[in-house]
Structures are given as structure tokens and as C-alpha cells.
């Protein structure tokens, strides 16, 4: 069955980084776009990052452009985040999905960042 497994997410000052990981499994993981979405308390889940199957075409929501990067490595069925200049608003449980123009799976446990002095 289709599972992800995110990681990386953990306390961090204003104006820090920090990388999440997510090894999916149980699809063909090199032939499906990938995403991150976010949630914070009381939210909607927000779609954060998104990246084609071949890694090659990458799309960030605007408000993240320019601090967030997603990238892939389709050897390892992994996908990753990186994060930097982060904000307290930045705070809330990170997780991957299949898809790009919606989550197509189940959703994982997710990885928490919280962004705090």
C-alpha cells in the first residue's frame, strides 16, 4: 500500500533552515508528481511545494517562493524540502503527497516544524 514516511521537522529559531525528508513507498514513485502540504492548529491543510516526475519542473506557493525549495531523487523514492529564512508562521505538521494539482493518497503522519525564539 501507498505509505510516507516524512522527517526533519523539529524546533528552530526565526531565520533558521531545516530539510525534510519523505520516503514514499507502494507506487511507481519515478512516474508520479510529488507535493508537500502543510497544517498548522485550527488550519486547512495548505499545499506547499510541488515537483514533476522527473524532478525538472518545480512550482512553490508564492508566500514560500524564494525560502522553499522541493527536489526528488527518484533512485531513492524520496522527496525532500528545504526551508530556510523560516518564520513563526512557517509553523505547523509538514506532509508529502502524490500528486500535483491535488493529494492523491492517504495521508502520512507528517513531520512537525515549529518556528520560535
Known amino acids: 500500500q501507498v505509505q510516507f514516511v516524512e522527517s526533519g521537522g523539529m524546533f528552530v529559531q526565526p531565520g533558521g533552515s531545516l530539510r525534510l525528508s519523505c520516503v514514499a513507498s507502494g507506487f511507481d514513485f519515478r512516474n508520479q508528481a510529488m507535493n508537500w502540504y502543510r497544517q498548522a492548529p485550527g488550519q486547512e491543510r495548505e499545499l506547499v511545494a510541488r515537483?514533476?516526475?522527473?524532478?525538472?519542473?518545480?512550482d512553490v506557493t508564492n508566500s514560500m517562493k524564494g525560502r522553499f525549495t522541493i527536489s526528488r531523487d527518484n533512485a531513492r523514492n524520496t522527496v525532500w524540502l528545504q526551508m530556510d529564512s523560516l518564520r513563526p508562521e512557517d509553523t505547523a505538521k509538514y506532509f508529502c503527497?502524490?500528486?500535483?494539482?491535488?493529494?492523491?493518497?492517504?495521508w502520512g503522519r507528517g513531520t512537525q516544524v515549529t518556528v520560535s525564539a
Open positions: 503527497n502524490i500528486g500535483w494539482n491535488r493529494a492523491a493518497a492517504a
Open positions: 515537483i514533476n516526475p522527473g524532478g525538472d519542473y518545480t
